[in-house]
């Protein structure tokens, strides 16, 4: 594989994410167990949206240098089909219940920020400016996150019960956050990307005590999933781009 | 929405020197155009009319969330579905800072929630039309957000103080959204023969009803506003190419208007009434979100009084 269809798979990873998790996020508008968090919940899948349109731009330039065209966001968001997504397991999860959605946004939080402060330092300058221009944004998310945690999980009993549940619920896809590939290890030695690995401690570390000053227990799973970064997803991605991309596939070639 | 100027609630027949001294000084401040505060003193039918004119227009912007929020999960591009989200997230501050407002007045935003619950309180029956295609979306921005304003605008010079700052920051956005809405409309109108078919069928469905949210032909100001909204927007149609679903809209040179046919009231009432095609479940929408996010905003409480009980513990 050469190193510009590496780094073209990489952003998609990045892109997918923050849209499908975005996505995630746009089903709550109007739904929101009170009016604040309808705002807050929109304004973090506003940033993610707006994160993963300048991945997918970038990716288009990226393509461009060995396709014959680079495709455009929409067609890159719209037109591809679910083997083809390359986001985490995790941000795919069905919204369930509050304490569902955010203990989902609370794992992906902390990792994305890691991610982000590494890739500040990207070799290559415009996933450093992009990954800056997150990383403002994801601390405000990553904050307010934990907020909830501790406050679902220092609340009431039912509140606790219902997060603690949520918590164990999606840690099997926790892993593939920290599990590199073919395409993460060559990026991370060349500077352009990050050690995945080396992330692990320090979310572990920040999920840990937050989790403790919930009251929570971190869970002791083992088995992981994997296979989002590989385009092998869980049954929920499907019938979420079926939504999504249904009217863009209906009329092919329109403008909007 | 549908809203009207308040009626200040006091007496104007009664000359001033009847009016008892609070009376009197509430009056004038009134008739000088100066705005009345929370902590002023106000007839109660003024409060009473205020309160629940402010929370019909907050509860106005919280169902018509609904809607709209229908079509962010298949707005068909990235950059719509960004600026479909942006609009309703405006349209639930439109409701925090209405809501607060009424707040000013005594009564709590939980109480004034329970009366939309209970069906006690009304929101404006255009969002009881359902949003069926994407250019629904397009012809809400254009015609219903369109109308709002042309409603709300007389609001920011409303003699109560809180109302007529919150209209004015409310009436900046939704001209952006207004323009949103004809942006989406003309890319219709210019693309596809489905597509601008898709235009014109949102227009046929949308017309009427937003010729409605001006109210019943009671008042004069209602029939002036309606006149003025009718006039903006058929030029507008006529630049995109569709028409009004109206066989007597014609211009008028002699009145300087647009003619238009009758509106048939009895729709407006039967909606109002509760029978328009989505009254059942935007309210069963609400209450299920409400409900279901009992535990979420008990949570919250009890972990903010652990907190404080801590804080003053450790004090
Ligand atoms: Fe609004
Ligand atoms: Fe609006």
Redesign the interface.
């Known amino acids: 594989m050469t190193e510009d269809r590496r780094v073209f798979d990489y952003l998609l990873r990045l892109a997918d994410s923050d ?1 499908v998790l975005a ?1 995630r996020l ?2 709550w ?11 807050a919940l ?2 973090v ?2 940033d993610l ?2 994160q ?2 300048l991945w ?1 731009a970038y990716a288009g330039e990226v393509e461009a240098r060995f396709a014959e065209a680079g495709r455009s ?2 067609a890159l ?2 037109l591809r089909d679910s083997g083809e997504f390359r986001n985490l397991l995790l941000v795919e999860q069905p919204n369930g ?2 304490a569902d959605t955010m203990a989902r946004q609370f794992y992906f939080d902390v990792w994305h920020q890691l991610l982000l402060v590494k890739l500040a330092h990207s070799r290559d300058p415009r996933i450093a400016e992009i990954a800056v221009k997150a990383e403002k944004e994801v601390v405000y998310h990553a904050e307010r996150s934990a907020d909830w945690i ?3 999980g ?3 009993d ?2 606790h019960a ?1 997060i603690q549940a949520a918590i164990d619920d999606l840690w099997m896809y926790t892993g593939e956050m920290f599990d590199p590939d073919e395409i993460d290890t060559p990026l991370a030695e060349e500077g352009i990307g990050c050690d995945l690995r080396a992330l692990e401690p320090a979310w572990r570390e920040a999920v840990g005590s937050v989790l403790d000053e919930a009251t929570l227990t971190l869970p002791g799973g083992t088995w992981m999933q994997r296979g989002g970064k590989k385009g092998v997803h869980t049954e929920h991605l499907g019938h979420m781009l079926a ?2 991309q ?3 596939r209906t ?1 092919r070639g ?3 | 929405m549908y809203a009207q100027m308040v009626d200040t609630g006091a007496n104007k027949l009664r000359a001033l020197e009847d009016m008892g001294p609070e009376e009197r000084a509430f009056q004038e401040r009134v008739d000088a155009d100066v705005k009345i505060e929370p902590k002023d003193w106000m007839p109660e039918a003024y409060r009473k009319t205020l309160i629940r004119q402010i929370s019909q227009h907050a509860h106005s912007e919280i169902v018509g969330m609904l809607p709209e929020g229908n079509w962010i999960t298949r707005a068909p591009s990235l950059k719509r579905k960004a600026i479909l989200m942006a609009k309703v997230q405006d349209e639930a501050g439109h409701g925090l800072y209405l809501y607060a407002a009424a707040e000013t007045l005594g009564v709590s935003r939980d109480q004034l929630v329970a009366d939309l619950h209970a069906g006690k309180a009304k929101y404006s029956s255009i969002f009881n039309y359902p949003t069926l295609t994407w250019a629904d979306i397009g012809a809400i921005g254009w015609l219903v957000d369109g109308a709002a304003i042309m409603n709300q605008i007389p609001l920011c010079r409303c003699s109560f103080g809180p109302y007529s700052r919150a209209m004015i920051r409310v009436c900046k956005e939704e001209s952006f959204h207004q323009r949103q809405g004809f942006d989406i409309m003309m890319t219709l109108c210019r693309g596809s023969a489905e597509q601008k078919a898709m235009a014109q069928d949102a227009l046929n469905r949308w017309w009427w009803p937003s010729l409605m949210m001006f109210g019943p032909p009671d008042a004069v100001s209602n029939d002036e506003l309606r006149q003025r909204f009718v006039d903006q927007t058929v030029p507008q149609a006529d630049y995109l190419g569709i028409t009004m679903p109206d066989p007597e809209l014609k211009w008028n040179a002699e009145r300087g208007h647009y003619d238009f046919g009758p509106i048939d009231w009895d729709e407006l009432y039967n909606v109002v009434k509760g029978n328009g095609p989505c009254n059942r479940d935007r309210l069963q929408t609400r209450v299920k979100a409400w409900e279901e996010g009992a535990w979420v905003r008990e949570a919250a409480l009890a972990y903010a009084e652990k907190r404080a009980a801590r804080a003053q513990k450790a004090a």
Do not use: C, K
Request: no cysteine; hydrophobic share 40%.
């Open positions: 849209l996505q746009g089903e508008v109007g739904h929101g167990p009170v009016l604040e968090e309808d705002i929109t304004n899948g506003l949206l707006g993963a349109r997918f966001e929409d968001a719209f219940n509050y501790i406050r679902l220092d609340g009431t039912e509140s219902r939504t999504m249904w009217l863009p009329y329109a403008e909007w």
